[in-house]
């Protein structure tokens, strides 16, 4: 990690502190999740993930996706909650 990252980091977690509660559960599980994950080693997904990859690999060769406003309007719902 080069310094200016590593200042962004300390300065991050420095204002975490600060934050709401749940904002700093939430931050503690994602980071949580990352450190699971690298003291793993490599990633490996599960069937049902690859599954999904799979399946979204085939929509995505079919040329089926969603529309600018259909994101628009996912992205709109959950802003408002």
Known sequence: MNVSSRRA???LVQRAV???EDAQEELARVAGEIEAELEQGTY???VS???GIDHGLRDAAD???ASDD???A???KHRRR
Do not use: H, N
């Open 9 to 11: 980091l300390e300065t």
């Open 18 to 20: 600060a934050w709401p």
């Open 44 to 46: 490996r997904p599960t």
């Open 49 to 51: 993930e690859l599954r």
């Open 63 to 65: 040329g089926k996706f």
């Open 70 to 72: 259909e994101v628009e």
């Open 74 to 76: 996912v992205f709109d």
